[in-house]
T-cell receptor, first 120, second 116 residues
């Protein structure tokens, strides 16, 4: 199956610093990728839709200036958590679907392995 | 926002028993997918059922979909200790989404514990 790679797998940073998380589709192209956040023992919440070559679309309640998304190519989307605070500590995970399959309502979504962010 | 609810929230069974998890959702969908997540790890895709399908099997997994009731169930037969994980349903309510599909909305999840 298609592979989505996320990097880093885990990161610890100090309050006030920024952290960049990468999401790469290794063997397919994706015009759209999605970013989710998961707090401990909770479900995944969609944060934003990353669109190649255009601005990301954010879900209600997600601060676009805090969570910067850049989808510079058909295989890479980045999420930057700016001025991180302890409440931003969470598990962040991305997903993508192949360009061809993504146009089908019956295509599977492929997820990265997630990034655990701890802000101290 | 979450699409719907899953029940039970937690399920504890013995090896060899069957485990049934239910998922309800709110809007019309293109497909419904089930995922497994081991503690602190990424998601493993289990099965996708299309909106025009009613039942699907994959190994020890059986998924049903009732679009009239906006509900789905996941049955794991002959459970094993290795099945211990959280299970999530996810729906794709996209309608002609220009960027494609799979903008998934997840249910709350069921934490399954299978004891040897």
């Amino acid at each position: 199956g298609a592979v989505v790679s996320q990097h880093p797998s885990w990161v610890i940073c100090k309050s006030g610093t920024s952290v960049k998380i990468e999401c790469r589709s290794l063997d397919f192209q994706a015009t759209t990728m999605f970013w989710y956040r998961q707090f401990p023992k909770q479900s995944l919440m969609l944060m934003a839709t990353s669109n190649e070559g255009s601005k990301a679309t954010y879900e209600q309640g997600v601060e676009k200036d805090k969570f910067l998304i850049n989808h510079a190519s058909l295989t890479l989307s980045t999420l930057t958590v700016t001025s991180a605070h302890p409440e931003d500590s969470s598990f962040y995970i991305c997903s993508a679907s192949p360009l061809f399959g993504g146009s089908s309502p019956y295509a599977e979504a492929f997820f990265g392995q997630g990034t655990r962010l701890t802000v101290v | 926002s979450q699409q719907g609810e899953e029940d039970p929230q937690a399920l504890s069974i013995q090896e060899g028993e069957n485990a049934t998890m239910n998922c309800s959702y709110k809007t019309s969908i293109n497909n419904l997918q089930w995922y497994r997540q081991n503690s602190g790890r990424g998601l493993v895709h289990l099965i996708l059922i299309r909106s025009n399908e009613r039942e699907k099997h994959s190994g020890r997994l059986r998924v049903t979909l009732d679009t009239s009731k906006k509900s789905s169930s996941l049955l794991i037969t002959a459970s094993r200790a290795a099945d211990t994980a959280s299970y999530f349903c996810a729906t794709d309510p996209s309608k002609g989404f220009s960027g494609g599909y799979n903008k998934l909305i997840f249910g709350a999840g069921t934490r399954l514990a299978v004891h040897p």
